[in-house]
């Protein structure tokens, strides 16, 4: 069945963009990645949402997240789409897009990665590119993946709080809670008899190296206790 799964190798495929032809994984070198597609170019929803992404395109910049857009367009669709969308910023219409936009007007990609959606369709009956988010790591593994129907727009504040998430953890031995943000405090549970009562980025790190000092004082507590009773 087509499509791809986490962990997953994104195969290198090439495409033509608003930037010309590219080979994917070349695209993204050593580089986190974001693949977004979307249903049609010009229409409301699909204006908006790239709008807010070209607006936070500093953000993932910040991360190292490179990105790219698709769907079933032509590149001269979307290039003339890539100046309503720069109007729609308050931007001059002559700027560029920050990142370019994959046509796959022959929707191969689009089978090949599982992106169509069967309940929206062209008026020729053709099923439509959903609303797919697919974050890449740096060895072009699938590591997050969000399909949204074609009548919800996608939040991308809460994809950069993934993305933030999805590197601390690729690097750090942790596991970030519900509704975590990147250096935002969060309250504690009771159970930590540390006092703590703000926890940011750094308390999630030195939670896990606390839970391996209790261990090791409790293994070390035990021991001690076994040698005390058989001296009696």
């Given at each position: ?114 992106m ?23 060895d ?11 009548t ?49 980025q750094?308390w999630?790190?030195?939670?896990q ?23 009696r």
């Amino acid at each position: 069945m087509p499509g791809i799964l986490l962990g997953d190798v994104l195969p290198n495929f090439e495409a033509e963009t608003t930037i010309g032809k590219i080979k994917f994984h070349e695209f993204l070198g050593n580089s986190w990645g974001i693949l977004f597609s979307h249903p049609r170019d010009f229409t409301p929803v699909c204006t908006t949402e790239l709008a807010r992404a070209a607006k936070l395109h500093e953000e993932f910049k910040k991360r190292d997240v490179k990105m790219i857009a698709l769907s079933i367009d032509s590149v001269e669709d979307h290039r003339k789409w890539s100046e309503d969308i720069m109007s729609f910023n308050q931007d001059k219409a002559c700027c560029a897009m920050p990142f370019p936009i994959i046509a796959d007007d022959k929707r191969e990609l689009s089978v090949l990665l599982g992106m169509l959606d069967p309940d929206e369709r062209d008026k020729d009956g053709m099923p439509l590119t959903a609303r797919c988010v697919f974050v890449v790591g740096p060895d072009k593994r699938l590591k997050l993946s969000i399909l949204y129907p074609a009548t919800t727009g996608r939040n991308f504040d809460e994809i950069l709080r993934v993305i933030d998430s999805l590197q601390l953890t690729a690097t750090k031995k942790v596991a970030t809670p519900v509704d975590w943000k990147l250096n935002v405090s969060c309250k504690g549970r009771e159970k930590w008899k540390r006092g703590l009562t703000g926890i940011t980025q750094r308390w999630t790190v030195q939670t896990q190296q606390e839970r391996d000092r209790k261990s090791r004082r409790g293994k070390r507590e035990r021991e001690e206790k076994k040698m005390g009773q058989r001296r009696r």
